[in-house]
């Protein structure tokens, strides 16, 4: 949170779309180096395609990383934030719990749509608990960890994310609070 | 609370569906006077058409307004009320968070049905928030505030609207508490 | 809690997927005996097709009974409960809320395909407010009480149970605690 402040941020003073990106990949195996990181870079690249200019990937392991992950990107105050992995049924899957407490509003139709979307190729794709929603001025959303769950769910967000970024940089003109409160744990919309 | 009964009040003493129908729009602009209110006298018509009976329609300012007039109506018992306007992304957009609280059921699903009714249409239908339950014995559904939104959301609605009131007017005479709690704030389905 | 261990708990011992099924049918009037139970045979049948053990069909009343029904049957530590009836919007209709406080994780994926499923037969299916999510190592899914209901749901489940037991299977074997805290009250996943 005392980060000196990193450059993109600098992009906020300006009355346009912050271009800024984040990327947290919540893989026990591919931050323990056993496995390599395959949707870190699918996603950056989709993300520069969309005109938006990704922070390096964090690869991080499930659970508790993540928030720190989420927090440390928050600070950095991007215009959205994409996760992959963690948000199926076991133990380990903890990512939602993690952005959860982030999110001042919830965007639950983006999730069923991601859920959809997916369950036409596979029905486990119904399984995802991801969520998407607002922190601050940041969006925030939560892609499954499959290869498969991601294109489905960058396919989804593609129509979205300029509207969704141009409406949370007009708030943030507007005066609305631009800074997220990382550790505040229960101020979700609904 | 301390109103004088209403005259549509009186309808709940009968073993009929109460009829009494309630409309909040919640829109800045519109409440200054700056821009007309365009969906109030579309869903006053539809409601008519379905047989219910409209109140007069509140026109209000975003925020605590909304759950201003949402308490006030609710003391007038109606059987349903339709909301339109603030279940967006900005701050501004607090129509759902000011719902929540006076649903003591909420019923996810007619929700998902309009999203997935608008996303036919336009995928940015996806990004409504807007929440539906029951409070009392009242039926409370909250509607975009686009014009096309309100369309999707009372064509979801055509189907649903009669059962749920039969059931909610079945309960009230089995003697389930008919009053609301407008400022229980908590107590949600789940 | 402080039950002998049943004999189907020992299967958790193993390294396969839990096949001992428990079915809660919530009915005021099948458990008054004034009406068969016609779901909790149909279910029954179901998961000896998909390969599980039923325990013998519980039915009972709505409410606080259902509660009861889920705290002893997962004394037994069952792969999966299937639960039917108590999902609408009537003051009786209260599954989901007792259902809420046992479920660690909630998918609400699962859910929202099954409205899905029973919208294409029926409008009416959306009203459906059941839950589907994990109790320890346990599959808990609330399907509706109607005949219709109850087929669209299973269909729903078929592709997916046998993935979410071995899921669940997995997590046991790797040390996470099988256990369930069946009265924590507020443990969900978002």
């Known amino acids: 949170m005392n980060h000196a402040r990193p450059k993109h941020a600098d992009a906020n003073a300006t009355g346009e779309v912050n271009r800024t990106a ?3 990949i919540a893989s026990n195996r591919a931050a323990a180096g056993t496995y390599p990181d395959r949707t870190g870079p699918v996603i950056s690249q989709w993300l520069r395609d969309q005109g938006f200019d990704p922070l390096p990937v964090r690869v991080v392991p499930d659970g508790e990383p993540v928030k720190a992950a989420l927090a440390d990107l928050l600070a950095e ?11 199926g049924i076991t133990a380990d899957d903890r990512t939602p719990e993690m952005t959860a407490g982030f999110l001042q509003k919830q965007l639950p139709g983006v999730a069923e749509a991601m859920r959809a979307a997916g369950a036409a190729k596979t029905p486990l794709a119904v399984l995802s608990r991801g969520l998407a929603g607002v922190s601050g001025t940041t969006f925030i959303v939560n892609l499954p960890g499959s290869a498969g769950g991601v294109r489905d769910g960058l396919d989804v967000l593609a129509p979205l994310l300029e509207h969704i970024c141009t409406q949370l940089a007009g708030q943030r003109d507007a005066g609305h609070p631009a800074a997220p409160v990382p550790n505040s744990g229960g ?3 609904h």
Chains 1, 2, 3 share one sequence.
């Open 77 to 87: 105050r991007p215009g959205v934030i994409i996760t992959s992995g963690g948000t």
């Open 187 to 189: 101020h979700h919309g």
């Open 22 to 24: 984040g990327v947290v």
